[in-house]
């Protein structure tokens, strides 16, 4: 059974600072996917991993995948308030369903 | 273009009745699924259609859950004699699969819409 795990769950941290969450999964899968989801919204699609080695970046956000070690981070760099959200990380076989992580929940403090 | 909607965005029933949940999908998208997410069991895959496939049914969690996909596009989630435990929201996703063969930098991103939240009284 895939299973996908994500630390920390919670984290706060102040505006300007860096910081990187992790996602770890247990079994071999083709893609990687980062959601962010807003309080009371649904799910908005951020990065797709396709293979080893991977690494996309979006404004403050960057996301990598290293299929061997089965972990992706995402980096924050330089933290705003309006990245504040919960963040998911998924996993699934091509053409198949998500697997999702447990959501890291992030406050941007000023 | 319009992305995946979904109706009604919120539903409150009483214990035991029927509910029906509908999803639009993004046009031309071959792949629909269903999802939920709750407090306690996070996001949870509930059903996958693909074009004329057979429905990946497996993350159903029991017979009172059922779907349907009427001529490739709108599916509907239905749940019999609603019990308290189906509190949720109801979330649902599609995405493009060609039916040829992939490149290796295809991608089938699964776009979500607004969801259905569905509270049993």
């Known amino acids: 059974e895939l299973k996908v795990e994500q630390n920390p769950l919670f984290l706060s941290m102040q505006e300007g600072k860096n910081y990187t969450i992790y996602c770890n999964y247990s079994t071999t899968s083709d893609r990687l996917y980062w959601y962010r989801q807003d309080p009371g919204k649904s799910l908005e699609s951020l990065f797709v991993l396709l293979s080893n080695g991977a690494v996309k970046q979006e404004g403050r956000l960057m996301a990598s995948l290293d299929t061997k070690a089965r972990l992706s981070t995402l980096h924050i760099t330089a933290a705003v308030h309006d990245l504040s959200a919960t963040y998911f990380c998924a996993v699934a076989p091509r053409s198949s369903r998500l697997t999702f992580g447990e959501g890291t929940q992030l406050t941007v403090n000023p | 273009g319009a992305g995946v909607s979904q109706s009604p965005s919120n539903k409150v029933t009483e214990k035991g009745k029927d509910v029906e949940l509908r999803c639009d999908p993004i046009s031309g998208h071959t792949a629909l699924y269903w999802y939920r997410q709750s407090l306690g069991q996070g996001l949870e895959f509930l059903i996958y259609f693909q074009g004329n496939s057979a429905p990946d049914k497996s993350g159903l969690p029991s017979d009172r859950f059922s779907a349907e996909r009427t001529g490739g596009s709108v599916s509907t989630l239905t749940i019999q004699r609603t019990q308290q435990e189906d509190s949720a929201v109801y979330l649902c996703?599609?995405?493009?699969?060609?039916?040829?063969?992939?490149?290796?930098?295809?991608?089938?991103?699964?776009?979500f819409g607004p969801g259905t939240r569905l509270t049993v009284l």
């Open positions: 996703a599609s995405s493009f699969e060609p039916t040829g063969g992939w490149e290796v930098t295809s991608t089938d991103t699964q776009y």
